[in-house]
C-alpha cells in the first residue's frame, strides 16, 4: 500500500559490486565508438567569421577535397541533385519544356488577329465614342 512505508534494505558491499558490474558491462555492449565523422547534408552549414588579425587563422590551410565536393553539391539546385522531384511543391516548375512545340507558323495552334475592313471601321468607330453602333 502507498500508505506503509517500507523499510530500506541497505545492500552489501557484494551487492552494490554486483550492480555497478551489470551497469558497467551494459554500457560497454551499448557503447559505439565513432571515428569517422562528416557534415550531415540535411543541415544548413553555419559559418562562423574569423578574428582577422589572428596569426594561425590567416595560415593557407589545403583544401579538403571531399568537403569541398560536398559544399558544391548542397549548393546545387533541386533539379541539378535529384532525379525526380522530392516534393509537391517542386512538381510546379519541374518541368520546363514545352508540352508542345510552339511553331509560329502552324495555324492549327496560333490563331493570330486577323484585321480586315469591317474590324478595322469597327475599331476606329469604337474608339471615338460611338455609341449608336454597339
Given at each position: 500500500?502507498?500508505?506503509?512505508?517500507?523499510?530500506?534494505?541497505?545492500?552489501?558491499?557484494i551487492h552494490q559490486n554486483q550492480i555497478l558490474r551489470e551497469l558497467y558491462h551494459k554500457e560497454l555492449r551499448t557503447q559505439k565508438l565513432y571515428t569517422q565523422y562528416h557534415v550531415n547534408p540535411l543541415r544548413k552549414i553555419h559559418t562562423i567569421t574569423r578574428k582577422p588579425m589572428s596569426w594561425h587563422d590567416n595560415l593557407e590551410e589545403p583544401a579538403d577535397a571531399r568537403f569541398l565536393n560536398l559544399i558544391h553539391h548542397t549548393a546545387q539546385g533541386p533539379k541539378k541533385k535529384y532525379p525526380e522531384t522530392q516534393t509537391e511543391n517542386q512538381e510546379v516548375g519541374w518541368d520546363l519544356e514545352p508540352l508542345v512545340n510552339p511553331e509560329r507558323h502552324d495555324r492549327r495552334l496560333n490563331h493570330f488577329r486577323?484585321?480586315?475592313d469591317i474590324t478595322l471601321y469597327k475599331a476606329k468607330t469604337w474608339g471615338l465614342g460611338d455609341d449608336r453602333h454597339k
Open positions: 500500500m502507498a500508505g506503509h512505508p517500507r523499510e530500506k534494505v541497505i545492500p552489501d558491499e486577323v484585321c480586315s
